[in-house]
Structures are given as C-alpha cells and as structure tokens.
C-alpha cells in the first residue's frame, strides 16, 4: 500500500501526493493568497473585502492537502505531524511578536486591552497567528470525517462533506453577523466549514474520470455562489465575501491539470514565512522609510521582504521547520 493509504488503492489520481507540488494550481493558490493576505494587512492599501479572501484559500487548501496526505498514519502519528507543522512555529513565533510588541507597540494594534487574556494565549501575540492553531485543530477533526467517509462513493463522500459546509457556512455567518465575537473566536468560528469544504475538495481530486471530477467541482461552485448570494441578500456582506471568492478558486485548483512552473513552486514553498513574517518586516519599512510610504509600495516592500527574510531563515540548519 502507498502512502496515502487505502484511498488511493480506490482513486488512482491520489496515487501520490508526497508535496502540494504534485498539484501544481495549488502553488498559483497560495501565492495568491500570500499576496492577499499581506495586502489585507498593508495600511491604507485599501480592498479589505477583497484581500480579506487571502486567509479562506489558506485554510481550505490546508484541510484538502493535509485530507489528502492522511493515508494509513496513526491518529497519534498524523496529530504530531499536523503538530510540527502548526503549533511549533506558533509558539515560537508567538514568543517573537511577544517580544516584539514590548520594544515596538506598532508592531501589532489588535483590539485587545492587555496582552494578559485568554485570546492572547489562543490566538499568539500577534493578530494574524490565530490560522495556525485553528489549522491544526481543523486537521485533526478531518482526520475522523476523511476516515469516515472513505469507503463511500467519490460523489457521496462529496455531497455529505460538502453539504454539511456549506449548510454551516450559511448558518454561522447569519449567527456570527448579529454576534460581539473578538480575536480569534469570530475567526475561528467563521472558518469552521473550510474544514468540511476541504475535505470534499480532496475527495474531488480523487475522482478517477476527469470529465466528472471537473463537473463536481462546478456544481460544487455554484453551490457555494448561490450560498454567498442568499446571505448577501439578507446583509451578511462582511463574513461572507472571503469565502465566496476563496471557495470556488481552492475548488478549480483540486481538479485541473497543469504544468508545473518552478517559480511558482518554489514561492509556494514560503507562503508560510511570507505570512508568519509580513507584519515584522512591515514594521522595520515603516521605521526605516517612514510612516509615509506610499501602500503600493509598502505591500510590494513587504511581500519581498518576508519572502527573502523566509529564504535566508530556510538556509539555517533546523531553522526551516518554524516557517
């Protein structure tokens, strides 16, 4: 048996998902998320509904790849994995912006009065580090649902999965809407269906026949689209809008075929650090140039920045494992 396990003994086309690589629209995906997120967070660059799209195309690819990468792992095993990916670099990184935030307050102007509090422990001491802990805890709750619905039909598995997402997706931002929710539990709440949405978007990908896994993931879209509209209808613009746009591009990626470009792969490869380090490296611009900078340019010196300050921590021994 591979190594993804008894799934791919039934779907040939996840016969081998060692790396995200292996599907190549992915790396378009997250880079294009790296740059929305590092837009959302740039001052005055403005687009928020838009950019605010980044974080949603993180996390649904992360639930799909790591549904996909499942095979016959152990749930103690696969658990230390997701572990090492996720919650190690967020307590190192939490320790950072923590010591940060002491010697430079603009460094993170989240809402909350004190670092002392309960999001500050749940979330790290940085306003953007609340994806890593949900991430980890989504990809362990996949674990059961992906084992679960394994030896149902591919467009069964679908369904319920994805369904059950987007059933969620509608109810919880009619709920969050009306709700007084702060950092990360609003975040943490509204990203609940990436879960559900991810797994099924991982099960679309192991549709043998491509002419049905690409019908799939059109109605797919077009079900989340009518979802999005139904609340836009009723006013919930604000909670709706990231997944709306995000959902449908994550979905396309799962099931088209395309030539791998070895600098897409390799940017993709440090989204993580370009999003773990954005708002350091917007700092030291910020005091370096000015508050003044121009938001284009600030956006632009803060993508490059993260992604070269991500490669020169890559080329340090054991360093890598943290972005």
Known sequence: MNSVGTLAARSPAIEAVPKAATIPALDAVRVLGALLVVAFHTPGLGGRLVTS???????????????????????????????????????????????????????DTDPWPTLWTPAAFCAGFSYHLWYLPFAFAGCVVAWPIVRATRELPDLTAIALTSGVGFLLFGAIRRIVAHADMTLPWGQWTCSIP????????????????????????????????????????????????????????????????LKRVPALAWLSRRTLGIYLLHPLVSDVWMKVLGMDVPPPLLFALNYAGAALATEAIRRVPRARWIV
Do not use: K, N
């Open 53 to 107: 799209s980044g974080g949603a195309m993180f996390l649904v690819t992360t639930f799909g790849l790591s549904s996909l990468r499942q095979g016959d792992e152990t749930f103690g095993r696969f658990t230390a994995r997701r572990a090492g990916r996720f919650l190690l670099p967020f307590v190192v990184w939490s320790l950072v912006y923590l010591a940060a935030r002491f010697r430079h307050p603009v460094v």
């Open 194 to 257: 990436a879960i559900l949405v991810g797994v099924g978007f991982a099960r679309m990908h192991a549709i043998p026949d491509l002419r049905t896994r690409r019908i799939a993931a059109v109605v797919v879209s077009l079900l989340t689209l009518s979802v999005a509209s139904w609340l836009f209808s009723q006013g919930f613009v604000v909670t709706t809008t990231a997944a709306a746009i995000a959902e449908p591009i994550v979905c396309a990626a799962f099931v088209l075929d």
